[in-house]
């Protein structure tokens, strides 16, 4: 299974279990329009309890600053889906999608938690409960490598935006 994704929003995004339909998708693209990334859909991702199994993405806030230094903030928060996993329906965004923006249209939107948000203090509660995980030394570290060598390969494609290599403070992410 293979996942299509625009920049950012969850907008446009569309899953499929077909290479053929993907690569028509991508055909059917104007000259010039969006990039779309192409990636392999999660099967077996880790699901949280409550509701029978929710998918959930994980965001954090990323400091750089004018030395290119980066600084992970040590929290952040979960976006969790209001239905339970089930890779019969591909199409139904309410399983597949975190996206507040998609999320917020389901009629139960927050029943689980607040805003379909858990923050990290509730979900490390969660892998102590639930899982052989442990936040600080399993999940956190990964994070760290993930955010340091996705903004090192960005880093000259950054720098090179007008108006952003001449920034004198930071920006956050």
Request: proline letters at 3%.
């Amino acid at each position: 299974q293979t996942c299509a994704l625009p920049i950012s929003h969850g907008d446009r995004i569309f899953l499929s279990k077909s290479k053929d339909e993907i690569l028509s998708h991508l055909a059917d693209q104007r000259e010039n329009s969006s990039p779309w990334l192409v990636q392999k859909y999660c099967e077996n991702p880790m699901l949280l309890g409550g509701g029978g199994g929710r998918k959930f993405d994980m965001r954090v806030w990323v400091l750089v600053n004018d030395n290119f230094d980066i600084f992970l903030y040590n929290q952040g928060s979960c976006r969790t889906s209001c239905e339970k996993f089930d890779l019969e329906d591909l199409r139904n965004k309410f399983v597949h999608l975190t996206n507040h923006s998609i999320q917020e249209g389901h009629p139960d939107f927050g029943k689980f938690e607040a805003d379909a948000e858990m923050f990290f203090p509730e979900f490390e509660q969660f892998l102590d409960d639930s899982t052989d995980f442990n936040m600080r030394e399993d999940i956190m570290p990964q994070i760290e490598q993930v955010v340091k060598t996705t903004l090192l390969a960005a880093k000259a494609r950054m720098e090179s935006i007008d108006g952003v290599d001449d920034y004198r403070s930071f920006m956050l992410f």
